[in-house]
């Protein structure tokens, strides 16, 4: 059987497939717990620093950055083009036991990394039992030898 090449449908399936990398991964991230914060850490490499963008709207926080495209000088000719450029956004929910005002951003080596504090009235104590005097009191005598 013959296989017909039909070229608008190969360059369809390459801007599915290449052209379009979801945002997710060209925010690639990692996220953990360290005592008492959360910890996003998301791969920016080429961002310009003044691009980005985190905000806080409800229980939402969205990262918004911007990778430029490399501008070349003179007549070129892509042989290959895989870093994606353009606005990217990556969105968390966070539930209801972080201090949103106390998020810190740091942005340093192409890596943002977000810390997010537990929120003190979500943290676990202690609980001490108290216990009123008891009727049935005990006595005894405690010898010393």
Avoid: C
Avoid at 33 to 62: C, H, M
Avoid at 100 to 108: K, T
Avoid at 109 to 132: C, N, Q
């Amino acid at each position: 059987m013959a296989r017909t090449l039909d070229p608008i449908r190969e360059l369809d399936r390459w801007f599915a497939g290449t052209a379009r990398i979801p945002a997710s991964a060209a925010m690639a991230m990692d996220l953990y717990k360290a005592g008492d914060n959360f910890v996003a850490r998301l791969d920016l490499p080429g961002v310009d620093p003044a691009s980005i963008d985190v905000d806080v709207d409800e229980r939402t926080l969205t990262v918004r950055a911007e990778r430029l495209a490399d501008k070349v000088e003179g007549e070129q000719r892509w042989l290959t083009r895989e870093r994606p450029v353009g606005t990217f956004a990556r969105q968390l929910t966070l539930g209801y036991g972080v201090a949103l005002d106390r998020i810190a951003a740091d942005y340093r080596d192409g890596v943002l990394t977000l810390t997010i504090p537990v929120a003190e009235e979500a943290k676990p104590r202690k609980i001490t039992v108290a216990h009123s005097g008891d009727s049935n009191e005990i006595e005894g005598s405690v010898e010393e030898n």
